[in-house]
T-cell receptor
Framework: AQKITQTQPGMFVQEKEAVTLDCTYD???????LFWYKQPSSGEMIFLIY??????QNATEGRYSLNFQKARKSANLVISASQLGDSAMYFC?????????????FGGGTRLMVKP | EAQVTQNPRYLITVTGKKLTVTCSQN?????MSWYRQDPGLGLRQIYY???????DKGDVPEGYKVSRKEKRNFPLILESPSPNQTSLYFC??????????????FGSGTQLSVL
């Protein structure tokens, strides 16, 4: 079974609008972390935001926020006021502290395209 | 500048010709790992190392070798590359393997084509 599922292979958003990128995860571990990374066309992996399984508040980093719904096992990334530079691949990832050898497991990614 | 450096950036080779992709980090990180990225599959872990002389298999280790003789270096070795190893490879590191919130620092990637 997939541990991280990103159901949107590609999305369009109008510049200056908000967009939500979906991520669901599967784990039996009580202690885990959820990450979002951005990969622009240049190829590098850029860390965006982190949410811990015990964090009670949703994480925010500038225009990025993470909509964490633990019971539903979802960790959606919300980008507010989209900019042209937000066009990129976005990956959701999970790290289970006790399971899976401490690996960071990635979803298949969502390609976001921001329209001017 | 704190960074993970991997070389080469691009590599074209032929089936069966041994190659090494180097990875070095200057942040004194204990944990290092290699990933390959393929369309629709995201990044999949090949091998990881929790410290010097400690390595373990990830999800897709077949056809790869690694070594961790020094803390800063973690080379990826393909003894006999095959076309299905054509992929984008990333080296990554983090401070330790202890807590969930430590982010991975990634190298800039190596695009490998095996003909």
């Amino acid at each position: 079974a997939q541990k991280i599922t990103q159901t949107q292979p590609g999305m369009f958003v109008q510049e200056k609008e908000a967009v939500t990128l979906d991520c669901t995860y599967d784990t039996s571990d009580q202690s885990y972390g959820l990450f979002w990374y951005k990969q622009p066309s240049s190829g590098e992996m850029i860390f965006l935001i982190y949410q811990g399984s015990y964090d009670e508040q949703n994480a925010t980093e500038g225009r990025y926020s993470l909509n964490f719904q633990k019971a539903r096992k979802s960790a959606n990334l919300v980008i507010s006021a989209s900019q042209l530079g937000d066009s990129a691949m976005y990956f959701c990832a999970m790290r289970e502290v006790y399971n899976a050898g401490n690996m960071l497991t990635f979803g298949g990614g969502t390609r976001l395209m921001v329209k001017p | 500048e704190a960074q993970v450096t991997q070389n080469p950036r691009y590599l074209i080779t032929v089936t069966g010709k041994k190659l090494t992709v180097t990875c070095s980090q200057n942040m004194n990180h204990e944990y290092m790992s290699w990933y390959r990225q393929d369309p629709g599959l995201g990044l999949r872990q090949i091998y990881y190392s929790m410290n010097v002389e400690v390595t373990d298999k990830g999800d897709v280790p077949e056809g790869y070798k690694v070594s961790r003789k020094e803390k800063r270096n973690f080379p990826l070795i393909l003894e006999s590359p095959s076309p299905n190893q054509t992929s984008l490879y990333f080296c990554a590191s983090r401070l330790s393997s202890g807590t969930a919130n430590e982010k991975l620092f990634f190298g800039s990637g190596t695009q490998l084509s095996v003909l």
